[in-house]
């Protein structure tokens, strides 16, 4: 799908031989909690094909990159094993070295040839750059420039640039700053996962629906009120618990036991919320028709009208999956977020299996995001069937929800400094 002009520059208008480039991926995994080792690489494979058009321009790479925080420190690992499925992934040695951007680390990165590459050490283990603090402080990418990350490696670099879009709602100084002194580029996985974003957002191919569904549902309420309101969607398929909640919004009755469990996680205040986009663009909507339940240890699916009233509802039944497919079918544009049910137990994984390979078989552009999301298409589809999978959950809803995007805001604000040379860098001051 062709999307709109960009105002972030991208690698192929800079000249990388020879120059320093401080390079931003994001290839925050998941971890075994018991192994501690990776256990799925899709972001690092997103990773490689900026980093070899990097490397065979000839340019020295420094990454920069997270693992974990302070809200999930179980994740909170050095990236030597990342080095190392780098390395295999992309054919070229990646060398690591456990310091951020202390002594040693400017040592490496002093010490780079043309066409070598260094992972700096876990950026989760500098203060400056974990969500508590960004939450806490509240910095201004200005205010960033005395950070030790800043002082210590932007006097290295030749050029910035960040292929972390996954990242891109964080404001942290990896993320904004370098922008601040650096000619900037974004890289290849940024500029392909901000267009098919943009052009979902702002030119779908129509008829264009959005099935949203798992269960973090604040973010489908974040994003289905702006893109009705924009015009962007044209049917809203809801499954999991958004389609819970929008049914009991327009006054279905789903049991004491559904409504316990929406209360016990607050998500029972998405309910007004719900009933005023029905009130507005009911006929936008697509609810379950049916839903499946446990019944003397068997699944057993029944109308929304038949419910039982003791019983939870992990997936969609029937009649809604023939329903959402005939929906899919007929889409120019279909846009993914969140599992019909709960698909990591095999009793519960119907709906979702059906639905997303009806997705990965539609003719239309689709773009799939979230880490649920993902790991259910990996699961029961093949990844390369659709039109796009985005790295990122958070980033991407904020993106759909009309909300500014710390990183978007500063590589397009690095574009109007005119901190670019097309032919060839600033030099190193």
């Known amino acids: 799908m062709e999307g709109p002009r960009l105002r972030i520059r991208p690698i192929s208008e800079f000249e990388l031989r020879g120059k320093t480039v401080i390079f931003r991926p994001d290839i925050n995994s998941p971890i075994d909690p018991k192994t501690k080792r990776i256990v799925n690489t899709n972001r690092i494979?997103?990773?490689?094909?900026?980093?070899?058009?990097?490397?065979?321009?000839?340019?020295?790479?420094?990454?920069?990159?997270?693992?974990?925080?302070?809200?999930?420190?179980?994740?909170?690992?050095?990236?030597?094993?990342?080095?190392?499925?780098?390395?295999?992934l992309s054919g070229r040695k990646i060398g690591y070295i456990d310091d951020v951007c202390g002594p040693a680390a400017v040592a490496a990165v002093k010490t780079l040839k043309a066409g070598e590459a260094v992972i700096l050490g876990n950026l989760r283990y500098l203060a400056e750059e974990i969500s508590s603090f960004e939450s806490a402080v509240k910095l201004k990418a200005a205010e960033m420039l005395g950070t030790w990350l800043l002082r210590s490696l932007a006097p290295l670099a030749d050029l910035y640039v960040n292929d972390a879009f996954a990242a891109a709602h964080r404001n942290a100084p990896?993320?904004?700053?370098?922008?601040?002194?650096?000619?900037?580029a974004g890289g290849i996985q940024l500029m392909e996962e901000y267009t098919a974003l943009k052009s979902v957002m702002?030119?779908?191919?129509?008829?264009?629906?959005y099935v949203l569904g798992g269960a973090k549902i604040s973010d489908a309420f974040d994003m289905m009120r702006k893109v009705l309101e924009d015009g962007a969607a044209d049917e809203i398929l809801t499954a999991g618990v958004t389609g819970l909640v929008m049914h009991l919004a327009r006054g279905v009755e789903v049991g004491q036991a559904t409504r316990k469990f929406l209360a016990d996680r607050g998500l029972d205040q998405?309910?007004?919320?719900?009933?005023?986009?029905?009130?507005?663009w009911g006929g936008k909507f697509v609810l379950p028709l049916d839903l499946a339940y446990e019944k003397a240890g068997a699944r057993a699916e029944l109308d929304i009208a038949a419910l039982p009233r003791d019983c939870l509802f992990p997936d969609v039944g029937e009649k809604t999956i023939a329903r959402f497919k005939e929906s899919i079918a007929r889409a120019g544009s279909v846009?993914?977020?969140?599992?019909?049910?709960m698909y990591e137990d095999p009793r519960w994984e119907k709906g979702t299996k059906e639905i997303w390979n009806a997705i990965a078989d539609a003719k239309g552009y689709t773009v799939v995001g979230g880490g649920d999301t993902i790991s259910a298409a990996t699961k029961f589809t093949d990844l390369r069937?659709?039109?796009?999978?985005?790295?990122?959950?958070?980033?991407?809803?904020?993106f759909l929800a009309g909300k500014k995007l710390p990183?978007?805001?500063?590589?397009?604000?690095?574009?109007?400094?005119?901190?670019?040379a097309p032919l060839k860098c600033q030099t190193k001051g």
């Not at 998405?270 to 507005?280: C, H, M, N, T, V």
């Not at 846009?335 to 049910?341: E, I, R, S």
């Not at 990183?407 to 670019?420: D, V």
């Open 270 to 280: 998405f309910i007004p919320e719900a009933k005023a986009l029905l009130d507005s």
């Open 174 to 184: 990896s993320m904004v700053a370098f922008q601040e002194l650096l000619p900037t």
């Open 335 to 341: 846009f993914v977020n969140g599992p019909a049910g």
């Open 385 to 398: 069937k659709y039109g796009y999978v985005c790295t990122g959950g958070g980033a991407m809803v904020r």
């Open 407 to 420: 990183l978007i805001e500063a590589m397009e604000l690095a574009f109007e400094r005119n901190l670019r």
């Open 45 to 88: 494979e997103k990773t490689v094909p900026t980093l070899l058009a990097l490397l065979d321009g000839g340019a020295k790479v420094a990454l920069i990159a997270h693992q974990g925080d302070t809200l999930d420190y179980q994740n909170l690992i050095p990236l030597a094993e990342h080095a190392e499925k780098l390395s295999a």
């Open 202 to 209: 702002d030119s779908p191919k129509r008829k264009c629906v």
